[in-house]
């Protein structure tokens, strides 16, 4: 059973220290997203790639975030430096697009719950 | 205003009960519509596509109104394991694959 995984599961972290989540997508899938999901703001795209390159990262505060996807079976976020209302939690997803470039299912990892105090 | 309107709720209902959801949206121009379903401390899982001409998958029945630009999901004969967060979300024109996602409607099913 394919599934989408992401490290770490819970991170407890001060305010100012660097924080990287990873993940790694169901294989064979060419598209990954990165998403953030608080009480208040509910879910959020912070960015997505397809074939590894990057489509979209509107979403994402620049100055302190930053996401990649050294290869096809890794893609990270970062966060650095990190603040309190970076708490959250962080999901990663990914997807297979083919041909039009029409909707399949996203699968989404188990997420990274991050507290930053 | 939000991409993706949804009624927090919570919805609670017994079981057996019949229990419908509505969602608006504010792109005319999305494309792609869909429930998800989120459990407690979980990740969302899709539950089902919504066509314009509607679907259903068992005891769900989602619907398509794009005049109205609303999304509708119907639940009958609810069921204890129902009781979570249902999430509408929509995909953007070109928005190549993109999803929104609505902030979710809380359901609890009680015995």
């Known amino acids: 059973d394919a599934r989408v995984t992401q490290t770490p599961r819970d991170k407890v972290t001060e305010m100012g220290q660097e924080v990287t989540m990873r993940c790694q997508p169901i294989l064979g899938h060419n598209t990954v997203f990165w998403y953030r999901q608080t009480m208040m703001q509910g879910l959020e795209l912070l960015a997505y790639?397809?074939?590894?390159?990057?489509?979209?990262d509107s979403g994402m505060p620049k100055d302190r975030f930053s996401a990649e996807m050294p290869d096809a079976t890794l893609a990270t976020l970062k966060i650095q430096p990190s603040e309190p209302r970076d708490s959250a939690v962080y999901f990663c997803?990914?997807?297979?697009?083919?041909?039009?470039?029409?909707?399949?299912?996203?699968?989404f990892g188990p997420g990274t719950r991050l507290t930053v105090l | 205003r939000k991409e993706v309107e949804q009624d927090p709720g919570p919805f609670n209902v017994p079981e057996g009960a019949t229990v419908a959801f509505n969602c608006t949206y504010s792109?005319?121009?999305?494309?792609?519509f869909f429930w998800y379903r989120q459990d407690c401390r979980k990740e969302p899982k899709l539950l089902m596509s919504?066509?314009?001409s509607g679907n259903e998958d068992g005891r769900f029945t989602a619907q398509l109104n794009r005049a109205s630009q609303y999304i509708s999901l119907l639940i009958r004969d609810s069921k204890l394991s129902d009781s979570a967060t249902y999430l509408c979300v929509v995909t953007p024109s070109g928005g190549y694959n993109k999803l929104i996602f609505g902030a979710g409607t809380r359901l609890a099913v009680h015995p």
């Open positions: 997803a990914s997807g297979l697009v083919e041909g039009g470039g029409y909707y399949n299912e996203q699968f």
């Open positions: 792109n005319s121009a999305s494309q792609s």
């Open positions: 790639f397809r074939n590894r390159a990057p489509l979209d």
């Open positions: 919504v066509y314009s």
